[in-house]
């Protein structure tokens, strides 16, 4: 993959983010931290884990260290007080992406993960796996939402590519 491959992927999981943000910006404070069977236990947490990824692994990319603190779920009352930090964070990793060369994206990035293991993985692989990553949360979220009646709609890659034609 190449730097434009990455800025694809990135890309469109932005704009399935915005889908699943305007389903998500409906919901009661209650309806965002109510208990759910889904993974996480309730939307707050599932969007939270999304944040958190991109942040760790930004982290890990750029600045060559794995962070060791993140915002406490109850930063995020109601989905409006969260939506504004996954901008800041895509748009982080977007002008990172960016900044980088195609020979860049194919270099390794050696990180330290929470447990103590250390990995070397191509940078272009961790983008795939964030984007993957998020593509997994935010279905568990769609579902989420669709259960209480604010369905995102279609999130599928195809849709995506349909509206940029």
Not at 93 to 112: G, I
Not at 137 to 150: K, M
């Amino acid at each position: 993959m190449d730097k434009t491959d990455l800025l694809f992927l990135l890309d469109y999981s932005a704009w399935a983010n915005q889908k699943l943000s305007k389903a998500a910006a409906q919901l009661s404070p209650g309806q965002f931290t109510a208990s759910c069977p889904a993974n996480y236990g309730n939307l707050r947490r599932i969007f939270v884990h999304m944040l958190v990824a991109h942040q760790v692994w930004l982290s890990r990319c750029r600045d060559g260290c794995t962070p060791t603190a993140f915002p406490a779920d109850d930063v995020f009352p109601d989905f409006v007080s969260f939506e504004k930090y996954l901008r800041i964070e895509e748009a982080a990793w977007r002008d990172y992406l960016d900044a980088l060369s195609d020979k860049d994206v194919q270099r390794s990035v050696v990180y330290t993960t929470s447990r103590g293991e250390t990995f070397s993985t191509p940078l272009w692989q961790i983008v795939a796996h964030l984007v993957n990553h998020t593509t997994q949360h935010r279905s568990e979220a769609a579902e989420v939402l669709t259960q209480q009646g604010y369905s995102p709609g279609d999130l599928d890659l195809i849709r995506y590519l349909q509206r940029q034609s």
